[in-house]
């Protein structure tokens, strides 16, 4: 089965930064983007940026700028690098794996079960 596990979330002071972290499972045979999402308590989840296996980016306008995300020394690993973070960054950031575990299945989502990110003075 494929897992998708994410790490480095905690408290920050606003200003500061963090680094995130995604490993998924080496099943997945084919990845098309890995990204990050995120969900404040009571708003829905938005997305925040991904990465193609070219290495293209893309960011969501709120974090353009502040956050960078960039693929692992690792094959299927991805980092989200979060500076000038503010507080209404907080939130749980989940990682999300586009690919596929088989040349015969196509392409699906696979997502991690979130790191709590918190920003508060």
């Known amino acids: 089965q494929v897992q998708v596990v994410e790490s480095g979330g905690g408290l920050v002071q606003p200003g500061g930064s963090l680094r995130l972290s995604c490993a998924a499972s080496v099943n997945i045979i084919r990845i098309n983007v890995m990204g990050w999402y995120r969900q404040a308590p009571g708003k829905q989840r938005e997305f925040v940026a991904d990465?193609?296996?070219?290495?293209?980016?893309n960011y969501a306008d709120s974090v353009k700028g502040r956050f960078s995300i960039s693929r692992g020394n690792a094959k299927s690993t991805v980092n989200l690098q979060m500076n000038s973070l503010k507080s209404e960054d907080t939130a749980v950031y989940y990682c999300n794996v586009n690919g596929r575990t088989s040349m015969v299945l196509k392409d699906l989502d696979y997502w991690g079960q979130g790191t709590q990110v918190t920003v508060s003075s």
């Open positions: 990465i193609t296996t070219s290495g293209r980016t």
